[in-house]
Structure formats: structure tokens, C-alpha cells
């Protein structure tokens, strides 16, 4: 049996590729296992600093493998939570806090949980070919890995909720202009796109960089307040570190600093 994501490794950054093209990329029980070993492996790589996912073939995935939940979820809500819900959220969730950059190279058909780990994902670039879709509720359900509340938050509540109540699919372009990703690029020059994004942000700090996303995730949906605590205390966490004073210095001396990450 072939891998259903396939890893690849150079110059520091992790590509995921979601690899089983005759469904479409559907996410099954092992792509999520799958995932999560790789995002726990790469977390602990210092020598990978950065992680982009896409698809293999025509899709960059659409959706849950419901052929395979099915008969989970025919066992009751209790089954269907614990083995179906929890864990896709758990792997939404964990894409969404991951301390290294997490870049979504969509490079086809993103529909419901496709859709769903873009949205968690702290970066996405789409290629002309991609479309987006919330499925969901024409199989009589909600998103159940994160999209009610995330697609929401990025693009807003009547947008999300357009997308979600009705199923319809949208353009990359469309994606764009909602801001469900950065940006659109031509689909042959997708990778080579996520891969210069990526190396712009490994010029940075890897502390400050996991420093910011853990604000920004962690802060999010907290009020204000509470927000700014969390943004004090991600500042705290780098003052100590070499990079810090090496940023500063930089600044003061008019040169490029030169981050070791510590």
C-alpha cells in the first residue's frame, strides 16, 4: 500500500503531499494518523523550518472519506464524536498551533475537510485550478473539523455562512478576494511560490516566528485584553534568546542579523 501522504525534506523545508489521487485525496483515519506523526517528527527537526501541504493529482483534497466515517458514525453520536469529530479537530487544531510556518499549497479541489485544513493553516497560496467548497450540509451535517467556526473568522460571518448554508463552490480568485488565502498564483508555478514564501519567512528569527504564531493563534479568540497578556508574554519568551539582542544590534549597526534561533 502506498503512503497516503508522502514527506519530502531539502533546504529546511517539509513538503507534505496528500497522495491518494484516485479518491481525491480524501482525508481517511490514516491521513489524519499520518499527519500528526509527521507534524510531531518535523516539530522536533531543528533542521526544518518550515512545512507546506498539497495534493497529489487534480485535488488538493475533497473532504472527509465519508465511505470510511460512514460506519463510524452509524454506531451513534458517541462513536461519531469520539472517532470521526475529535479527531479531525485535533488535527485542524494542531495544524493551527504549530510552532513552525504551515503554508497550504492548494492545488485543486479543496472542499469540506480540504477546505477545512486550508482555513487551519497559518498560510495559504491557491492555484488558478483550485476551488473551495463547505459540501457539507448537502450530506445533512455541519463541518465537523473546525469550519463553522474558523471559515467564519476568516472571511467573515454572512460570507461564511453563504459558503456553509449553501454548499456552493467558489473560485481561487474569490477565495482570494474573502481572504480565505493570500493569494492566486498560475497553478504550474504553485510549489515554486509556497517554497519562496517559505524561505522568506526562515530569514527570520525561528523564535520570533514560532513566538508570533503562538500570539496570534492563542489570541485570536480571546478578548482584547486577555490577547494582549498573551502577546506580553510571547515577547518575554524571546527577550532572553541570542536572536533577540542579534535583531537589535543589527538594527543599531545597519546590517542584516544573522539568527541562530536560540
Known amino acids: 500500500m502506498s503512503e497516503v501522504v508522502l514527506c519530502e525534506i531539502s533546504d529546511g523545508i517539509a513538503v507534505f503531499t496528500l497522495n491518494r489521487p484516485e479518491k481525491l485525496n480524501a482525508i481517511n483515519f490514516a491521513v489524519i494518523d499520518t499527519m500528526m506523526a509527521l507534524l510531531d517528527t518535523i516539530e522536533r527537526d531543528p533542521e526544518v523550518n518550515a512545512v507546506i501541504v498539497t495534493g497529489k493529482g487534480r485535488a488538493f483534497s475533497a473532504g472527509a472519506d465519508i465511505s470510511e466515517f460512514s460506519s463510524v458514525v452509524s454506531q451513534g453520536t458517541q462513536t461519531a464524536l469520539r472517532d470521526f469529530v475529535r479527531r479531525g479537530q485535533r488535527l485542524t487544531a494542531r495544524l493551527e498551533s504549530f510552532a513552525k510556518p504551515i503554508i497550504a499549497a492548494v492545488n485543486g479541489l479543496a472542499f469540506g475537510g480540504g477546505c477545512e485544513i486550508t482555513e487551519a493553516m497559518h498560510l495559504a497560496i491557491a492555484s488558478t485550478e483550485a476551488r473551495f467548497a463547505k459540501p457539507e450540509i448537502n450530506l ?11 471559515l467564519p473568522r476568516l472571511v467573515g460571518r454572512k460570507r461564511g455562512l453563504e459558503m456553509l448554508l449553501t ?82 544590534l543589527a538594527f543599531i549597526e545597519k546590517r542584516l542579523p544573522h539568527f541562530i534561533g536560540r
Open 140 to 150: 445533512g451535517f455541519p463541518p465537523p473539523f473546525g469550519g463553522t467556526q474558523r
Open 167 to 248: 454548499g456552493d463552490s467558489i473560485s481561487a480568485e474569490r477565495a482570494e478576494a474573502i481572504g480565505l488565502v493570500n493569494r492566486v498564483v498560475p497553478h504550474e508555478a504553485l510549489l515554486s511560490e509556497a517554497k519562496t514564501l517559505a524561505r522568506r519567512i526562515m530569514e527570520k528569527s525561528p523564535l520570533a516566528v514560532s513566538a508570533t504564531i503562538g500570539a496570534v493563534s492563542r489570541g485570536l479568540n480571546v478578548p482584547i485584553d486577555e490577547g494582549l497578556a498573551i502577546e506580553a508574554a510571547h515577547f518575554g519568551m524571546v527577550v532572553p534568546s541570542e536572536d533577540f539582542h542579534e535583531g537589535i
